[in-house]
């Protein structure tokens, strides 16, 4: 069993940057395809960044292209999403999430899934 716990959130302004950091506990974390998640009010929960257990292989959502970056430490049990150029549609309910898979051009969760509790992005305009 694996569990999550975000940090990092807060509010910013529109242009600037969060770090999110994800610390995994348990067994299997290295192991594991990890990701980000992000959930707006009145929407569904989508994937907005995901890594291979190895880092070989990322993905990203179109709309955070080129301004995220994900990664993660093995070594540290630790996943960390780097955002930076925060626009306002970025505000959100964050989640990490682990055991979850990858192709080519998607990722998402499924049953297996191991989630955090979430951290609040805010971003004013």
């Known amino acids: 069993q694996v569990q999550m716990m975000e940090s990092g959130g807060g509010l910013v302004q529109a242009g600037g940057s969060l770090r999110l950091s994800c610390a995994a506990s348990?067994?299997?974390?290295?192991?594991?395809?990890a990701a980000w998640f992000r959930q707006a009010p009145g929407k569904e929960r989508e994937a907005v960044s995901c890594?291979?257990?190895?880092?070989?292989?990322?993905y990203y959502a179109e709309s955070v292209k080129g301004r995220f970056t994900i990664s993660r430490d093995n070594s540290k049990n630790t996943l960390i999403l780097q955002m930076d150029s925060l626009k306002p549609e970025d505000t959100a309910m964050y989640y990490c999430?682990?055991?979850?898979?990858?192709?080519?051009?998607?990722?998402?969760?499924?049953?297996?899934?191991?989630w955090g509790q979430g951290t609040q992005v805010a971003v004013s305009s």
């Open positions: 890594i291979q257990w190895n880092s070989e292989k990322t």
């Open positions: 348990g067994s299997g974390f290295p192991a594991l395809n």
């Open positions: 999430a682990a055991d979850l898979w990858i192709r080519d051009f998607s990722c998402g969760h499924n049953s297996r899934t191991h």
